[in-house]
């Protein structure tokens, strides 16, 4: 939960910081400026929220790794709730109204995670899991983001270091493979969610993984 909370603020600090044109800018989301991305992470803590506050009394049916929905086919950015995403952050015109709503339902997500006690079984997406589960599925969740929204901004501050490991740990459980022990963290995690493509070496060194890659978690 430390590590939730972490990662959380240094990614709400990372989206106060931009100027107001690093908004027009390209993400690291397929079809999604840097303001489609933030748009997308109020709904993300209003999600948080949601099913913080969405107890269940069944058993788990899924852990911080089956968490992840995977498949081999990256987003095209023409989903239409991805779609309905743009549409939304377009319609905030000024980039600092969109960081205020960020800042004011992304700290009640903050708080919330705070509060909440790890063994509670809640519910989100027909599935059940323990919070602690749950906040350790979105430390990837923020830390991916991260990457994303600094893919093209110039001098970026990477994600808390911390949660980049845990995230490869994540994504090496998820693929039933380590990465090389040569690759970063962050290219571990760029190449094995297929927001770039590795270099012929890094494919050598792949091996037998490269064919299950990408891996685009949802």
Excluded: K
């Amino acid at each position: 939960m430390d590590l939730f909370s972490r990662s959380w603020t240094a990614l709400r600090t990372a989206v106060a910081g931009l100027r107001d044109e690093d908004f027009a800018r390209p993400s690291g989301c397929t079809g999604w400026l840097v303001r489609d991305l933030v748009c997308h992470l109020v709904i993300d803590a209003q999600d948080v929220l949601i099913t913080l506050t969405t107890p269940s009394d069944r058993e788990p049916t899924r852990d911080a790794v089956s968490y992840w929905d995977v498949s081999a086919t990256p987003p095209t950015g023409e989903d239409p709730l991805d779609a309905l995403t743009v549409r939304l952050a377009a319609a905030y015109e000024d980039p600092r109204l969109l960081v205020f709503h960020l800042d004011d339902v992304g700290s009640a997500a903050g708080r919330a995670a705070l509060l909440a006690d790890p063994a509670l079984r809640v519910g989100t997406r027909d599935e059940v899991l323990t919070v602690a589960d749950y906040l350790s599925a979105y430390v990837m969740e923020w830390t991916l983001h991260h990457l994303d929204l600094i893919a093209h901004l110039p001098d970026p501050e990477l994600p808390p270091a911390q949660g980049l490991t845990r995230s490869r740990e994540m994504l090496e459980r998820i693929a039933g493979s380590p990465f090389p022990a040569s690759f970063h963290d962050r290219d571990a995690l760029l190449v094995g969610t297929g927001r770039r493509a590795p270099t012929a070496a890094e494919r050598s060194e792949l091996g037998d993984l490269a064919a299950r890659l990408p891996l685009c978690l949802g």
